[in-house]
């Protein structure tokens, strides 16, 4: 038994820590970073787990294969609503994981990425000229950050866009936290494959050149996956595909209205921007709270602490990119910063798989709209996302 394992709290605490309104990070999380072993915690729903905060075990439990996503889909894992996401490739292991993310994998690397470079260049042109025409006040979500995303995932998929609206409230109830039952998730998620089988017939009846009909032949030609992976599968770069990257375009304005200094050096030295993209990354704590919980498939010892076979670990990883044992000033948003491994797309086999393609995203946003508007600046309160696993506004009002 280790020393650590002696200390462990005797009651769970409750978690998440973080608010939804405002992007701060709990100071619970550097009381938890400054203390031996790990932190016992309890979620709304699903049984009490363990709680990694720092850098150096949160890599660890992210990349060791002895600790399992799919474990979770036979016990009643930690969670923040009644729901269960209870497939997907997020649910797996190696080896099913590989073999659904090699068939996706290519149509995101870096190399293919940046054809779309170009076209997302004009996208945000267009947009930033419809604002200037309309003029201030304008949402900066509804009008910029979410047509980036979802018109770049649109044309990926061969989704039409004029269903946005669809797939915008199904992509909320699958993100919630809120006071959906369980029987209401299950509806909402049911709607949304439905919708994704239909498109999946249309594109069978008339293949076209998009990642969806790629999918479709690795399923009826090479019988590399079943019906429901393939439903999933473009559900999952559905709703993964636009959702973060909608959220954390108006967070990172956010941020850097609120450090003039940064945001200034940012605009008189553009070829910061890709770096500080990757700060904006490590310093926006994007989540509520830690999820998808890795189960322990033996005994492993994390920071001092006993993880036993069968328990669960939840990775902060909005805490593990503040700690201090890795970072200098981790506090401080600096976008200068030299280049760092930071935890914003996770580690491991479930590193994100459209990385290459959110960074992008940010940086032709962010770069645009700060370099057409010197004086962009908030006309208004900002409406928060509630009740959902990612953090940001859901209306945010400016002017230039």
Not at 122 to 150: K, S
Not at 282 to 306: C, H, M, N
């Amino acid at each position: 038994m280790t020393t650590a394992e002696t200390t462990v709290q005797s009651e769970a605490i409750a978690y998440p820590f973080n608010s939804s309104e405002g992007l701060g990070l709990s100071q619970a999380y550097q009381e938890a970073r400054n203390r031996p072993g790990l932190v016992r915690v309890r979620m709304a729903y699903g049984e009490p787990a363990w709680l990694v905060t720092r850098y150096a075990e949160a890599r660890l439990v992210l990349g060791d294969r002895r600790f399992s996503r799919a474990a979770a889909l036979h016990r009643d894992e930690p969670r923040q609503g009644e729901g269960r996401r209870n497939s997907g490739i997020l649910t797996m292991d190696p080896p099913e994981h590989t073999r659904l993310r090699t068939l996706v994998a290519k149509a995101f690397t870096v190399h293919q990425v940046e054809k779309l470079r170009p076209s997302v260049r004009q996208l945000t042109h267009e947009l930033l000229d419809g604002l200037e025409a309309a003029g201030p006040p304008a949402d900066l979500v509804d009008r910029y950050a979410l047509p980036i995303p979802v018109g770049v995932i649109c044309r990926l998929l061969g989704v039409p866009e004029e269903d946005r609206p669809k797939f915008r409230a199904w992509s909320d109830a699958a993100l919630s936290t809120s006071s959906l039952s369980a029987e209401e998730f299950d509806r909402n998620r049911d709607e949304l494959r439905a919708y994704m089988a239909g498109l999946i017939e249309i594109h069978r009846a008339a293949p076209q050149d998009d990642l969806m009909t790629s999918l479709i032949e690795a399923r009826d030609a090479g019988d590399r996956l079943s019906e429901l992976e393939l439903v999933d599968l473009c559900v999952g770069i559905l709703v993964a595909g636009h959702e973060t990257t909608a959220t954390q375009i108006p967070n990172f304005v956010l941020t850097l209205l609120d450090h003039p200094g940064e945001l200034r050096r940012l605009r008189e030295e553009p070829a910061l921007l890709n770096g500080a993209v990757e700060e904006l990354l490590r310093f926006v704590p994007l989540g509520k709270g830690a999820s998808q919980p890795r189960y322990a498939t033996e005994d492993i010892e994390v920071g001092g602490q006993l993880v036993r076979a069968g328990e669960p670990v939840l990775v902060a990883v909005g805490s593990a990119n503040r700690d201090a044992l890795r970072f200098d000033e981790p506090g401080k948003l600096n976008v200068a910063r030299p280049a760092t491994q930071h935890l914003g797309f996770g580690h491991g086999v479930h590193h994100c798989l459209g990385a290459p393609l959110a960074r992008l995203e940010l940086q032709e946003a962010l770069g645009a709209l700060i370099t057409r508007f010197p004086g962009l600046c908030l006309t208004g309160d900002v409406v928060w996302k509630d009740q959902m696993l990612v953090r940001g506004p859901r209306v945010m009002p400016v002017g230039w």
